[in-house]
């Protein structure tokens, strides 16, 4: 642990703080908390959190899951949902938001904490791969020979700069 900087969205202003002793108590950085959706979205740029814990059920015309589905759109920011509601359309809705957890309130500190570090690791894991994928398709279109790549069944799926002229089809 680093003292990442983690951002709270829950409305309860109870569990809030309580949440903030217990990060603070595994050596996180609480940056910043919101009540609602639109809070959030206004307090992540200044804040810049490396995670977000949020509750499902907040205050405003938005839920915690279309808050988070915004926020990933715009800030690429890993999300934990914290909620009371476990039934399986939540679960679902929390799915294709991009959670990187779901924690059923009341829950075990322990079970925050680890998360908590998952949710890191796989966020620090897939920033990486963004960027070597970045690389590596920069690396690909310099290159002075033409370059085509196929999949499995032999669809074209990449063309660099030369391959392009030389077969006359722009990459898509």
């Keep these: 642990m680093s003292g990442n900087r983690i951002m709270l969205v829950e409305d309860e202003t109870i569990i809030a703080m309580d949440l903030t002793q217990r990060l603070e108590k595994y050596g996180y ?25 949020m509750d499902i059920m907040i205050k405003g015309p938005i839920d915690g899951i279309e808050t988070a589905i915004q926020i990933q759109k715009q800030y690429r920011v890993p999300i934990i949902f914290l909620s009371a509601n476990s039934e399986e359309s939540t679960v679902a809705r929390a799915r294709t938001a991009g ?19 998952v949710a890191l690791v796989k ?6 791969l963004r960027q070597s994928e970045q690389w590596f398709a920069k690396t690909l279109r310099c290159i002075s020979d033409a370059v085509v790549a196929t999949d499995d069944q032999g669809k074209g799926r990449f063309l660099n700069p030369v391959a392009e002229k030389l077969t006359g089809r722009p990459q898509k």
């Design 29 to 53: 950085t609480v940056v910043a908390t919101a009540v609602s959706g639109a809070q959030a979205m206004e307090r992540i740029v200044s804040a810049r959190p490396d995670l977000i814990i």
């Design 123 to 128: 966020a620090t894991m897939e920033s990486q």
């Design 99 to 117: 959670a990187y957890g779901y924690l059923v309130k009341p829950f075990r500190p322990e079970e925050l904490h680890a998360s908590i570090e």
